[in-house]
């Protein structure tokens, strides 16, 4: 199963909160602010991510989601 990992930019804070509750390191704070003014979050390491969803349930702003990639037409 493959999955994609979405992350809306634009309701992010940069609180911090998924960065430090991910068991695998792969998010980190960008550099480049978002419409907001805020800092979002990124993923730095996305090869790393196990689509474990913990960043997306910790998340206060629902800015993290994974969903299912669309399966292909295999005919
Ligand atoms: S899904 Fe899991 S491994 Fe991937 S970024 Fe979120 S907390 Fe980290
Ligand atoms: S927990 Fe949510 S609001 Fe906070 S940095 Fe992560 S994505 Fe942004």
Redesign the pocket.
């Known amino acids: 199963m493959n999955y994609v990992y979405y992350?809306d930019r634009d309701?992010?804070?940069?609180?911090?909160?998924?960065?430090a509750v991910c068991p695998k390191k792969v998010?980190e704070?960008s550099d480049e602010v978002n419409t907001k003014g805020?800092f979002?979050?990124y993923q730095a390491h996305p090869e790393d991510c196990v689509f474990c969803a913990t960043?997306c349930i910790?998340?206060?702003?629902?800015?993290?989601t994974i969903t299912e990639a669309a399966e292909e037409m295999a005919q």
């Not at 309701?11 to 960065?19: D, F, H, N, S």
């Open positions: 992350i309701r992010c804070k940069g609180c911090g909160l998924c960065v998010l704070i805020y979002p979050v960043c910790m998340c206060p702003d629902v800015a993290l």
